[in-house]
């Protein structure tokens, strides 16, 4: 029994010994096989119910107070104490705090009578009853303690967090300080280059040209040397052309972005509509008069383009083709 015990342990760690189920285990692993004829099942049973090994885990070892604790149990239970002593052994080397296997008991009998008197007792029956409840009290005490350092531990792992939480702010407030500086830095340098480049500027400090007065009433004679005006020569208006990356439809206006694909629709470019049409590709979706779309077109079918109203508001995003 106690190595089937070791072995459930070992795969589902101590807390399986305070589960219901932990009796089961020993069970179903054939753990009872070696001591059939005795009722070490229900023992193990009572003792899981009652609390004893998650008193047996809050001891920690096997000393005289897990010894004491052993015997509470045979005392509560009417069991002999050799029995259940062997029980909690068994628990402990499974638990590893014993090296050497639990001595099985010979007895058969292993519940005492609640008939016959315990004539071993005598007059040493109230000393058990002092030494068990003594092995109670330390049981409880180690509870206590238990709690006591879980109390700290949270404590503690607040206390961290905390002092977590106040490092981030002041890394969080250093970022901030550092952002700000380099910003007015930046600022400081826009506005010298500003001022530099105001003071490269070239002024005009010509004097305004002053008004000649002419006092004589002669007329100025022709300079006959001076070079004749020649008239300017007038150009004829240039003839318009057509773009030649712009295709007319029936519908609207195709015009190719690159210049690749101008006399058809394909490509990067702008489609504009004159009229409302369903969009190739797109059953359901209808254009109005103005509307036009850019982007990549397939043969026809906008796919990764945008569908912008005659007031250049973003429709729709044509990802991909519908069809």
């Not at 400090?205 to 008239?231: C, F, G, H, L, Y």
């Amino acid at each position: 029994m106690h190595v089937i015990i070791k072995k459930i342990i070992k795969n589902r760690g101590t807390d399986i010994i305070c589960s219901n189920i932990f009796v089961n285990c020993i069970d179903d692993e054939g753990g009872f096989a070696d001591v059939e004829a005795r009722p070490y099942k229900k023992i193990l049973k009572n003792v899981v119910q009652d609390g004893y090994t998650r008193k047996l885990l809050d001891i920690g070892k096997w000393n005289a107070e897990a010894e004491l604790l052993a015997r509470s149990f045979a005392r509560k239970n009417k069991l002999q104490e050799e029995a259940a002593l062997y029980a909690f052994s068994c628990l402990a080397y499974g638990l590893g705090w014993l090296h050497t296997y639990p001595a099985l008991s010979s007895a058969r009998q292993v519940f005492a009578s609640s008939q016959q008197p315990n004539i071993s007792q005598g007059s040493g029956e109230k000393d058990s009853q002092d030494i068990v409840k003594d092995a109670e009290e330390r049981a409880k005490a180690a509870e206590q303690r238990a709690k006591e350092a879980e109390r700290v531990a949270k404590e503690a792992e607040e206390a961290r967090l905390r002092a977590e939480e106040q490092i981030r702010l002041q890394n969080e407030k250093k970022k901030l300080i550092i952002f700000l500086l380099i910003a007015a830095c930046i600022g400081l340098l826009i506005g010298i280059l500003v001022v530099f480049l105001i003071q490269r500027q070239p002024q005009n400090t010509a004097p305004n040209p002053q008004p000649t007065i002419t006092t004589t009433t002669e007329k100025p004679k022709q300079d006959r040397t001076s070079t004749p005006v020649t008239p300017p020569i007038v150009k004829d208006k240039p003839k318009t052309k057509t773009n030649p990356k712009q295709l007319k439809l029936s519908y609207g206006t195709w015009e190719s972005k690159n210049g690749m694909s101008p006399n058809s629709i394909n490509g990067e470019g702008i489609l504009t509509y004159n009229k409302s049409v369903e969009i190739t590709g797109w059953p359901g979706k209808i254009t109005e008069k103005g509307d036009y779309i850019k982007g990549r077109f397939v043969n026809g079918k906008p796919e990764n383009a945008y569908w912008f109203s005659k007031d250049v508001k973003l429709k729709e995003f044509l990802h991909g083709s519908s069809e």
